[in-house]
């Protein structure tokens, strides 16, 4: 109890190492890690069991403390206002001289006992928390910019309302750090070997703009693990925008450029040898008899033609 929600008091939970079988605990509550990533990793995240509410009691309602009992039948009056109202897709939490006394999650009119009580309102509704234009470091220390939403609910109401000062302000913070954590694992794009850096724990070209499915399922297990102690259920948390940062953006479009005219001109040559040596082959089996340097000057030709930038312009000795 008394988690504040602000940057300073996030609850981290650090990356557990392949071998080990159990997460930390939230809340004092054990979560087991079962392998369940991709390429054989395991994850370390997603397993921990949200904190649910204990079983409702009606008898709490009339007759929370034989002190509010004792002060409702001496003011009889205060009964008049002993009518409280839950809402569908409404969670109550009642309070008995500030000490948790019940929770009301079945929608109705209740007959509460007025000395000493209180009755607070959570919705348990699904609900979406934006992350609009969060800029971040990516693992090649590229700064980008990221959006995103994450859709959740309350289904511990105890949990929700006294393990957390405000349970809104708490999950958008912890799921800007989460962001952050997540996003710094992986390259903006991969390497032209299909592979991210050598330090990353992440290979096989997996990068946060070819692989948006693995990077909410990772944001999704780790956010989960970090609001499961506050009665949060988080359903799904997705990337909604993927840039560079507006100071690099003109030297990447730059880069991406130059990158792709190096695959396209590879791919030219490439071509160009295959055709300059079916033509030589096509001609020998023919029956076109040529030195090694006849071969050497059509091969010549040839890629001169394929590969030059602008057409070519035949020339003849003469003399």
Avoid at 159 to 164: E, H, I, W
């Amino acid at each position: 109890m008394g988690s504040s929600g602000k940057k300073g008091d996030e609850l981290l939970i650090p990356m557990m190492k392949p071998g080990a079988m159990k997460a930390p605990p939230a809340m004092g509550m054990e979560a087991t890690v079962t392998p369940g990533g991709t390429d054989g990793e395991p994850y370390a995240y997603g397993q921990a069991q949200v904190e649910m509410d204990p079983p409702p009691s009606a008898a709490d309602f009339c007759c929370p403390s034989p002190l509010s009992c004792a002060l409702s039948l001496i003011c009889p009056f205060s009964w008049l206002g002993a009518c409280r109202v839950v809402s569908e897709k409404e969670g109550a939490l009642l309070l008995t001289w500030g000490k948790y006394t019940s929770v009301v999650k079945e929608p109705g009119i209740y007959f509460l006992n007025p000395c000493g009580t209180s009755l607070n309102k959570v919705s348990t509704k699904q609900q979406t928390t934006d992350l609009p234009n969060v800029k971040l470091l990516d693992l090649k220390g590229n700064p980008v910019v990221v959006s995103g939403v994450v859709f959740w609910s309350i289904v511990g109401v105890k949990a929700a309302m006294l393990n957390v000062e405000n349970v809104y302000r708490y999950v958008n913070t912890t799921a800007m750090a989460t962001l952050k954590q997540v996003v710094s694992k992986y390259p903006y794009e991969a390497d032209d070997e299909g592979e991210a850096s050598p330090s990353s724990q992440h290979r096989h070209g997996l990068s946060l703009k070819t692989e948006a499915a693995q990077v909410s399922r990772e944001l999704k297990d780790v956010l989960q693990d970090r609001l499961a102690h506050c009665g949060v259920k988080v359903i799904a948390f997705n990337l909604t925008d993927l840039s560079y940062a507006p100071e690099i953006a003109q030297a990447m479009l730059v880069r991406q450029q130059a990158e792709a005219m190096v695959k396209a001109r590879r791919l030219i040559v490439k071509g160009a040898v295959d055709i300059s040596e079916d033509a030589v082959n096509q001609l020998e089996t023919k029956g076109v008899k040529m030195s090694e340097t006849e071969k050497t000057k059509v091969v010549t030709n040839l890629l001169t033609v394929i590969c030059g930038d602008q057409k070519a312009t035949p020339t003849l000795s003469v003399g």
